[in-house]
């Protein structure tokens, strides 16, 4: 099948009985009467180019925008970036998100720039057992990159946790600005000056 | 009283009965807006912006796991009609419209892919010269198809009406010496893309319907509604259905098809911009040839 420039509405695929159609992104199922036969079809619902399509006949039309909409549901596993700490939460801006089941979406639509997604990990979150000694400052900084998974929606955050042998810090910089490696599961060293941060560290 | 259609069967401003208003759309005319378009019709002048599919800032929206939520707020400038008003930036008549435009796009728009989220519509009113519900609802499909937004189909809306073919007074003494003003007309044309003045019109002549002779037609002297109709244009369905004033079952379906020509015929021109406007972008980014 050529490339195609379609509208919404436009009709892309009729589905015969021999033949199977499914949609894919940017299109729908729809049955129209024609000539006194009901049919199925595939109709296109967004303005763009129509994409190669495979045997079972999925059409995909790209939009030139091509956002992928990606929304968080509880269970998702996201990555956050640190903003601010206080001494009760650490809150953050989502960057990256994996739904349970698929692969990892980087730059979620929902995640780009005019509309961020937040994130919050308090507490009583950041791990499992002896939460009431947990502080904050010892576990996350700002600038750290956290594996988290989301409990959640509160308001305008997501509430994450890292109460998790796997969740946790994955990636942050020491005071000096260079990347740590992690040494144990609650702290992570400076290659180049040896210093040692705490940090709740996530094993990989 | 003014002729509403001459001998030759044109309009006051020359179109012909069935003739939409000259229109002109313009995708992304604000790029800081997820979607946005400018729709002229005739004088009337709409700019509609899209912002979203974002996360929806009322809690009810946030937890709709079904579907996304959409928003319209509706705008009209001070100097957008013939009487300037005091500025009241809750008017009634906008918020009206703004619900119909979220009710149409509930719709149309396939809000089962953006649970949790809203898709907000801002509508702003430029110039008012009749006719701005279905200016509306165009500039929104616009904007949501430059948004990228799934929808069906495009939701195309035009206005139907009824006005006397030709009217004229007549001055008549009765027996007793009086005079009395009688209108003769002969029957009733349906126009579609109503102006202001046609709408001024329309509404006039309902009130004068009681000084209609009654040898006419019976039925005829309440034909004087205008309906707005909101279509998907490929697949006929009716999305939306204004009426304005009370209207006879016999005639609904005559004006239907009469708004169903206008909607036609502005869905092509519509089309038409976005493919435009589509290459345009392809065009630029290399994935056709220039």
């Not at chain 1, 990159?145 to 109460?163: C, E, R």
């Not at chain 2, 000259?22 to 790029?31: A, D, G, N, Q, S």
């Not at chain 2, 929206?61 to 100097?79: K, L, W």
């Not at chain 2, 009370?246 to 092509?268: C, D, R, Y």
Request: proline share 2%; charged share 25%; hydrophobic share 35%.
């Amino acid at each position: 099948m050529q490339q195609k420039f379609v509208f919404p509405g436009d009709i892309l695929v009729t589905a015969d009985k021999d033949k199977d159609c499914k949609e894919g992104h940017g299109t729908y199922m729809d049955t129209i009467i024609q000539k006194n036969k009901v049919s199925t079809v595939v109709k296109s619902s967004v303005c763009g180019v129509t994409e190669a399509t495979d045997k079972k006949m999925t059409v995909n039309v790209k939009h030139w925008k091509n956002r992928g909409y990606v929304i968080p549901k509880e269970g998702d596993t996201v990555l956050l970036k640190v903003t601010s700490i206080d001494m009760t939460s650490c809150k953050g801006e989502i960057i990256a998100l994996c739904q349970s089941g698929k692969d990892l979406v980087l730059n979620a639509t929902s995640i780009d720039k005019n509309h961020k997604m937040y994130g919050m990990i308090k507490k009583l979150n950041v791990r499992e057992l002896d939460t009431d000694s947990v502080e904050i400052w010892k576990c996350f900084r700002p600038n750290d990159i956290v594996k988290a998974q989301i409990i959640s929606l509160f308001h305008n955050y997501y509430h994450l946790t890292t109460a998790k042998e796997y969740l946790g810090v994955v990636m942050a910089n020491s005071v000096f600005g260079h990347k740590m490696q992690p040494i144990s599961w609650n702290s992570m060293q400076c290659p180049i000056t040896k210093t040692i941060e705490s940090r709740k560290v996530a094993k990989i | 009283m003014a002729t509403s259609l001459s001998e030759s069967g044109l309009r006051e401003d020359g179109r012909r009965p069935h003739e939409v208003r000259r229109v002109e759309c313009k995708l992304c005319v604000f790029p800081h807006a997820d979607g946005s378009a400018e729709f002229r019709l005739g004088a009337t002048h709409v700019i509609a912006t899209v912002f979203g599919p974002r996360q929806a800032s009322t809690k009810a929206a946030r937890v709709n796991e079904d579907g996304a939520t959409i928003t319209c707020r509706v705008q009209s400038c001070e100097f957008s009609q013939s009487d300037h008003r005091q500025a009241n930036k809750f008017r009634r008549r906008d918020r009206l419209l703004g619900d119909l435009i979220a009710q149409t796009f509930q719709c149309a728009v396939m809000t089962n892919l953006y649970a949790k989220s809203s898709i907000d519509i801002c509508i702003e009113i430029l110039t008012n010269d009749g006719d701005i519900n279905s200016a509306a609802i165009n500039a929104a499909c616009l904007a949501l198809i430059n948004a990228g937004i799934c929808m069906k189909d495009y939701v195309v809306a035009c206005s139907a009406g009824f006005i006397a073919k030709s009217t004229r007074s007549l001055k008549q003494t009765n027996k007793t010496g009086a005079k009395t003003d009688h209108i003769m007309f002969s029957g009733l044309q349906g126009i579609v893309d109503l102006n202001q003045q046609e709408k001024n019109l329309s509404k006039h002549s309902s009130y004068s319907s009681t000084n209609i002779s009654e040898g006419n037609e019976s039925g005829l002297e309440m034909c004087n509604g205008i309906v707005t109709v909101a279509m998907m244009p490929n697949s006929g369905e009716i999305v939306t259905l204004e009426m304005q004033s009370v209207l006879p079952l016999s005639q609904m379906e005559k004006l239907l098809s009469f708004a169903k020509k206008g909607i036609n015929s502005i869905h092509t021109q519509m089309a038409a911009a976005v493919k435009k406007h589509s290459f345009m972008l392809l065009e630029r980014k290399g994935f056709i040839g220039s």
